[in-house]
């Protein structure tokens, strides 16, 4: 187990991701041909979508093996709409590598997922990527990563020659050249003495990294006193190892995937220094039945069966295929697991070593191995399997919530099926996609994490599971809430023959802090209202808020305490109850100054600076605010916050705006107050829309 290594790929988009993944693969045998991303014939991306438009859409995994040593690689995407991708693959993973543009440096999807595997203290490597490129420049980028990161960084490498001179690497650790041979596809390369002129860097970023590495083990703080000399290659290169386990350091490397330069050096510094399962602590999860209890599983394989599924795929010719890390123990295909989420026993058909979308069954999988299963009905991502015997119930993962809408209807009565089948599939594999049925409109609404996002679910919708489907147009997730709080009392009574209704609530309706959600608290005492009927109310509240009051919208972040009530011995009921709780809710909300809430998106802008002008008079226009601005490599890079409501489209405007020479990144920020003229105009338009339907 110590020489398996389980890594993600992860970066902004563009950065060399999938290109560095299909190098990988090249230089380690798992392929004998050079994919590539622009030609449409990368291995990792073998989804249609992913070949056409040349990004990455879907994490995809493989096996293969350097030195003796098994690396599990996730190559994950860069588009801000498929953040959930990264987030679900690192946390599974034992370390990462973050990869950055020597010319783009750290862009705004490198810092989003940067953060993420600081979050869950995932030990990192920094590959700087296309050194061959104009305007490559390693050390502005070293620079980046420790200022706008935060990163204690330390330098491995450093490049001999930049842009079209670069022609390879020099070792800090070896204090060597090595120069690729072009001819040779990068496999042929020379080792040599570092050249005279490069002997001074050389020598001055090897004390830098001697420096960095003694700091990290007390043992060789003496050593490096007495002599630097004195310290050897294996202790440098241990001390550096539990320095990036520990997550107090990344090691830098540099390279050209595309050129084929740096590569195997790469493969060594993984197997070098990023952890096995086997250095990672045990896992902590708790006992179902007690969930006040922690259990943990050491990386054992004698330990019981515990593992993670972490993704979901449908596959055209095997059905469901469930992804998953394995902790603790073994599992034999053919053999039954439970899943401790939902508290169901499953059968493994199969176990799966995956290579993107091709595979290869295996008997079993060991503690610490990432596979797929086949059989698995009940699993979704985020649950977790354990042994039958000895269950254990791990953290799940969280998802951002979605923040666009479209609707969709099918052609024809026909396709209604497909469409709902197609629609099913699908929500299994993303978690981030939210569809439910409108009763009132009969319209299917499919909610995502941006435009992209949708498109490319319609997309495989027509294509996958050839359903004939109109969309609508992309519409914003709005919110309601109150900035006041009253105190509201409602009684509801209706008399017919024979046994009437009988529901009376005292509520005490509250603004919640941004972000808190629901809470609702009984606060009664001397039974006014019996304990059954309690519930009932609160039921009665929630059905409410998701139709919402104001707008039509989803009531957010309000506090509702029970404060007083009565019954009627024969004719209350929970109905009663739950009806007298929604009405009671309805008339507070409406006195409590309601408001409409928006998505706000922060955006970032890379643009030459002659367009600058135009582009910031447009996010003023929209009304956007402009955050601040900085100069990077003869580009300004605009920082704004801006409605999402305002933001469709906007990569065909920005194009024009630039001449097609600015891009953008947006993701979601918060939720804040819409300006009372444009929530005037967004009622009248949901009201209009629901006339019409």
Known sequence: MEK????????????????????????????????????????????KQEQERGITITSAATTCYWKEHKINIIDTPGHVDFTVEVERSLRVLDGAVAIFCAVGGVEPQAEAVWRQSDKYKVPKLAFINKMDRVGADFFGVMKGIEAELGANIIPLQIP???????????????????????????????????????????????????EKAVELEDSLTEK?????????QKELMSAIRKGTIANKIVPILCGSAFKNKGVQKFLDAITFYLPSPLDMPAISGVDPKDPEKVIQRLPNNDEPFSALAFK????????????????????????????????????????????????????????????????????????????????????????????????????????????????????????TLIVHNDK?????????????????????????????????????????????????????????????QYGHVVLEVLPAACGEGFEYKNCIKGGAIPKEYIPAIEKGIIAVMKKGVYAGYSVVDVKVNLIDGSYHDVDS??????????????KAFMKCVPVLLEPNMSLEITAPEE?????????????????????????????????????????????????????????????????FEIAEKVIQENKQGEKEK
């Open 312 to 431: 979901v795929q449908a596959d055209a010719h095997m059905g469901k295929l469930v992804y998953f890390r394995t902790y603790s123990g073994t599992l034999n295909a053919g053999s039954y697991v439970l899943n401790v989420t939902k508290d169901k026993k499953e059968r493994i058909g199969r176990i799966l070593q995956m290579h993107a979308n091709q595979r290869q069954s295996r008997p079993s999988i060991s503690a610490g191995d990432i596979a797929a299963a086949i059989g698995l009905d009940h699993t979704v991502t985020g649950d977790t399997l354990s042994s039958l015997d000895n269950p254990i119930l791990l953290e799940a993962i969280e998802f951002p919530a979605p923040v666009i809408s479209i609707s969709i209807k099918p052609q024809s009565r026909a396709e209604s099926d497909k469409l709902s089948k197609g629609l099913m599939r699908l929500v299994e594999e993303d978690p």
């Open 573 to 586: 009921s929970e109905i009663a109850f739950k009806i007298a709780g929604g009405e009671c809710f309805k």
């Open 440 to 500: 009132e409109t009969d319209e299917t609404i499919v909610s995502g994490m941006g435009e992209l996002h949708l498109e490319i679910i319609i997309d495989r919708l027509r294509r996958e599971f050839n359903v004939g489907a109109v969309v609508g147009e992309p519409k914003v997730a709005y919110k309601e809430t109150i900035l006041n709080s009253i105190t509201q009392e409602y009684k509801h009574v209706k008399q017919t023959g024979g046994r009437g």
């Open 224 to 232: 490096y006193l007495e002599s630097e000399d004195a310290i050897t």
């Open 4 to 47: 398996v290594r389980n890594i993600g790929i992860m970066a902004h988009i563009d950065a060399g991701k999938t290109t560095l993944t299909e190098r990988i693969l090249f230089y380690t045998g798992r392929s004998h041909k050079l994919g590539e991303v622009h030609e449409g014939s990368a291995q990792m991306d073998w989804m």
């Open 160 to 210: 001999i020659g930049e842009e079209e001179k670069f022609r390879g690497i020099i070792d800090l650790m070896e204090m060597k050249a090595y120069v690729y041979d072009d001819d040779s596809l990068g496999k042929n390369f020379h080792v040599q003495d570092i050249p005279p002129e490069y002997k001074k860097i050389a020598q001055k970023y090897h004390h830098i990294m001697v």
């Open 611 to 675: 367009y600058v002008g135009s582009i910031v008079g447009h996010i003023c226009s929209k009304r956007g605010k402009v955050l601040g601005m900085e100069a990077k490599n003869n580009c300004q890079i605009i920082s704004a916050e801006v409605p999402l409501s305002e933001m469709f489209g906007y990569a065909t405007t920005l194009r024009s705006l630039s001449s097609g020479r600015g891009t953008y990144s947006m993701h979601f920020e918060k939720y804040t107050e819409v300006p």
